[in-house]
């Protein structure tokens, strides 16, 4: 089955703990995003990679980090969450379309991430 | 201006009744795609339906279709016999052509609740 797969999909952890959460698709997409969604702000993009050792830099990156050395693969790096960091996270994926179609996200089921 | 514009921000709709909701866009790329997700109380996003600017008919995905009016930017999801599974939150998206490719713009969501 296609699909983008995160882990954990529920996290409580505490301030200044590294924690990486895990993202792994099998759809051979060179494209890969990171997201987080909160209440009243929607979903906002932290990270994005077009593909392998090509990261950038979405709209809200600061306080993460990610890479991106294999394509299947794209965790997301909080090396010192914080209680704002508390969020649901997605990890998405599409292809690059050369031609037709403007692909969408296929999304990870979603990562609840709570820093107390 | 807002990319994505969600104007409802809940609905209610009666079981086997169609419903349609609202999704007005703003770009100047010829060359665009409009997507619908839906968000289940359980958190994942799914993919629902897309339709891309140069599209001549409009996309339909069994229950699901979209009203697409390029002259207003319009993109309104038609959901057809509604079912209690469809109480759910449901957002519009965008994806800019090839150029801009690594924005995806989604609206603030509409929260549908189906009526027994």
Redesign the interface.
Known sequence: EAQVTQNPRYLITVTGKKLTVTCSQNMNHEYMSWYRQDPGLGLRQIYYSMNVEVTDKGDVPEGYKVSRKEKRNFPLILESPSPNQTSLYFCASSPIPLTGNLYGYTFGSGTRLTVV | AQKITQTQPGMFVQEKEAVTLDCTYDTSDP???L?W?KQPSS?????LI?Q?SYDQQNATEGRYSLNFQKARKSANLVISASQLGDSAMY?C?M????SN????Y????TKLNVKP
């Open positions: 060359s665009y795609g997507f997700y958190g994942e996003m799914i993919f897309y891309g957002f998206a994806r800019e052509g090839r490719f690594n924005k995806f989604f609206g603030s969501g």
